[in-house]
């Protein structure tokens, strides 16, 4: 009776899909790597990852960063794709030109056709976590391979040199982001003011507003990790892109509305 209840748990076990997350370590838990793993598990997904950079962090910022050597970040990767599965893949913090330019062919060499790309490039906190030139090879050579792309306000301005303060902006924004090859772009709306939060999607064809309410709170620390982690979750689930969006912010919503009152800065969120 319990080796029939073993074997049956191990057969639902084995059937959670694998995602793959390629970012950046908080040492504070609280964003990069630990906030994509923790989501992965909260939504039934195996969690694998492969560091580009360890960062010394709390909830009062980041103090030191030390990234990774492109050959041990790609020997991640490869360990882990030649032995599972993995139904979608994440990149957030990629630090350097190098590594950019590495995920790039390992994007083709290994058919990622369902890459979220999450565009890190300035912590919580104003310090720069992509070097100087890796943005413009992070349009040229990631956007084009992106399944769903989602920067915020400020990544969107950036990367498009646009003025982005408005919905009408976001959408000029999205499109724009959209002509790099991105099959979905979705710029998030959160650092807007109003008791709504709206995200514009655009799919090449058509806008989407997706609007949520606004939730309170000084503990925000990891949402837009949390975000594009719990969009490669849904991929990996079989969600289609739009509906892993509207998914994802719901996950958001709720993990902001349980953050956590930790440290003396902004405390995480809570996938």
Same mark, same amino acid.
């Given at each position: 009776?319990?080796?029939?209840?073993?074997?049956?748990?191990?057969?639902?076990?084995?059937?959670?899909?694998?995602?793959?997350?390629?970012?950046?370590?908080?040492?504070?838990?609280?964003?990069?790597?630990?906030?994509?793993?923790?989501?992965?598990?909260?939504?039934?997904?195996?969690?694998?990852?492969?560091?580009?950079?360890?960062?010394?962090?709390?909830?009062?910022?980041?103090?030191?960063?030390?990234?990774?050597?492109?050959?041990?970040?790609?020997?991640? #990767?490869?360990? /882990?794709? !030649?032995?599972? =599965?993995? +139904?979608?893949?994440?990149?957030?913090?990629? $630090?350097?030109?190098? @590594? %950019?330019?590495?995920?790039?062919?390992?994007?083709?060499?290994?058919?990622?056709?369902?890459?979220?790309?999450?565009?890190?490039?300035?912590?919580?906190?104003?310090?720069?976590?992509?070097?100087?030139?890796?943005?413009?090879?992070?349009?040229?050579?990631?956007?084009?391979?992106?399944?769903?792309?989602?920067?915020?306000?400020?990544?969107?301005?950036?990367?498009?040199?646009?003025? #982005?303060?408005? /919905?009408? !902006?976001?959408? =000029?924004? +999205?499109?724009?982001?959209?002509?790099?090859? $991105?099959?979905?772009? @979705? %710029?998030?709306?959160?650092?807007?003011?109003?008791?709504?939060?709206?995200?514009?999607?655009?799919?090449?064809?058509?806008?989407?507003?997706?609007?949520?309410?606004?939730?309170?709170?000084?503990?925000?620390?990891?949402?837009?990790?949390?975000?594009?982690?719990?969009?490669?979750?849904?991929?990996?689930?079989?969600?289609?892109?739009?509906?892993?969006?509207?998914?994802?912010?719901? #996950?958001?919503?709720?993990?902001?509305?349980?953050?956590?009152?930790?440290?003396?800065?902004?405390?995480?969120?809570?996938?």
């Amino acid at each position: 009776m319990r080796t029939g209840c073993l074997q049956q748990e191990r057969q639902w076990i084995m059937r959670w899909p694998v995602a793959l997350t390629i970012a950046g370590s908080d040492s504070g838990g609280g964003a990069g790597i630990q906030a994509d793993l923790k989501t992965f598990y909260s939504l039934g997904v195996h969690g694998t990852c492969a560091i580009t950079s360890i960062t010394g962090q709390n909830t009062l910022g980041v103090r030191t960063r030390f990234d990774v050597p492109v050959e041990v970040v790609v020997a991640q #990767v490869e360990a /882990v794709v !030649e032995d599972m =599965e993995v +139904a979608a893949v994440k990149t957030g913090m990629l $630090a350097t030109v190098e @590594v %950019v330019r590495a995920v790039s062919e390992l994007a083709d060499r290994y058919s990622w056709n369902n890459m979220v790309v999450d565009p890190v490039a300035i912590s919580s906190s104003g310090q720069p976590l992509l070097d100087r030139g890796a943005e413009e090879c992070l349009r040229e050579l990631l956007l084009p391979r992106a399944r769903v792309f989602t920067p915020n306000l400020r990544e969107a301005a950036t990367l498009t040199g646009l003025e #982005v303060t408005g /919905v009408e !902006e976001m959408k =000029e924004a +999205a499109r724009s982001l959209w002509m790099y090859g $991105a099959r979905l772009v @979705v %710029v998030k709306g959160g650092h807007l003011p109003g008791r709504c939060v709206v995200d514009v999607v655009y799919d090449g064809k058509k806008y989407h507003e997706l609007k949520g309410p606004r939730v309170y709170t000084a503990d925000d620390h990891g949402t837009g990790c949390v975000f594009s982690s719990a969009v490669t979750a849904f991929l990996a689930l079989g969600l289609d892109p739009l509906d892993a969006i509207r998914r994802a912010k719901e #996950v958001v919503t709720r993990a902001l509305a349980g953050s956590l009152r930790l440290g003396k800065g902004r405390g995480p969120v809570n996938p």
